[in-house]
């Protein structure tokens, strides 16, 4: 069986609160987009992987989607067969798009579907959400208005059909650690519910993403990054989650063929 796991962003991010078990509470939309992933899942006689550069970063047994395999055959009494897990990543990992959980998310809807099993999209959000706290958005990845550490989901009308969105990978990972680092919780300044409703012509100061100020510091090429996509057309343009991804939203198609002779960046128009 082969899926392609779905990349997300972030429109706005509040980060609210900091809790006692040292999670942050935060306020943001999840709006999925078309960067993905291959993910294969096959019958096999024992357990097999190839994750093909992932395998350099971490031992396939901290893989997410091992993971999620290791987490799902637990619960349902070891009586998962072994499979051959297949993986090759465009979705960068440290640039906030949860590749990682989507993945995760993706193999336990595949090994759902692939045993027949009697578990119900919530079952599966309550078990991806021990992967990670975004985790359940991608079990039905529809635009989502997320609270607490965002796993507390609720649908949102948000339509960008007919809106040009495109995508900017810096060669950059931003560490989710040092990104927290920089916050200073607070109450929002603006529901994001009621803000998002409004024209995107008027989000540049009222749809923002907390982490910017810190990871911009950290990294200030990432700031000079977001101001060309203004500068070049942009109507509203942002970070996405915790970084190092930028994207930026226009009415009309824009020309950012330069911006990978001025800094080491990919681009996508999704």
């Given at each position: ?20 078990d040292?999670?942050h509470?935060?306020?943001?939309v999840f709006?999925?987009i078309?960067l993905c992933?291959?993910?294969e899942i096959i ?8 994750f093909g550069?992932c ?5 396939p047994?901290d893989?997410?989607v ?6 799902l055959?637990n619960h349902?009494g070891?009586?998962l067969p072994?499979?051959?897990?297949i993986?090759?990543k465009?979705?960068p ?8 959980s ?5 193999a ?7 045993y027949?099993?009697p578990?119900?999209d919530?079952e ?18 529809s635009?989502?208005?997320a609270e607490g550490?965002?796993?507390i ?5 948000l ?11 810096p060669?950059?990972h931003v ?9 200073k919780?607070q ?15 008027t989000?540049?100061d009222?749809v ?8 911009f510091?950290?990294?200030?090429i990432?700031?000079?990054i ?5 500068a070049?057309g ?13 994207y ?23």
């Amino acid at each position: 069986m082969l899926r392609f796991p779905q990349a997300k962003i972030n429109i706005g991010l509040n980060v609210v609160n900091k809790r006692s078990d040292g999670y942050h509470d935060l306020e943001t939309v999840f709006h999925a987009i078309p960067l993905c992933d291959a993910l294969e899942i096959i019958e096999s006689e024992e357990m097999r992987t190839d994750f093909g550069h992932c395998d350099r970063l971490c031992p396939p047994r901290d893989n997410l989607v091992w993971r999620a395999y290791d987490l799902l055959n637990n619960h349902v009494g070891g009586t998962l067969p072994p499979v051959e897990i297949i993986l090759r990543k465009q979705i960068p990992s440290g640039a906030g798009l949860g590749g990682g959980s989507s993945d995760a998310s993706t193999a336990l809807l595949m090994l759902r579907e692939m045993y027949n099993l009697p578990l119900s999209d919530d079952e599966l959000r309550a078990l991806s959400k021990q992967l990670g706290a975004d985790c359940p958005f991608f079990i039905a990845p529809s635009p989502h208005f997320a609270e607490g550490i965002g796993d507390i989901l609720s649908p949102i009308d948000l339509d960008l059909s007919g809106i040009h969105l495109h995508l900017v990978l810096p060669d950059i990972h931003v560490s989710t650690k040092d990104a927290y680092a920089g916050i200073k919780p607070q109450p929002a300044r603006y529901d994001l519910r009621t803000v998002l409703q409004a024209p995107i012509e008027t989000w540049k100061d009222t749809v923002t993403n907390d982490f910017e100020a810190g990871v911009f510091g950290l990294h200030p090429i990432l700031g000079e990054i977001k101001q060309e996509l203004y500068a070049r057309g942009a109507v509203y343009a942002s970070m996405s989650g915790s970084g190092s991804a930028l994207y930026c939203l226009s009415r009309e198609a824009l020309d950012l063929s330069e911006l990978s002779k001025m800094y080491t960046v990919r681009h996508f128009i999704l």
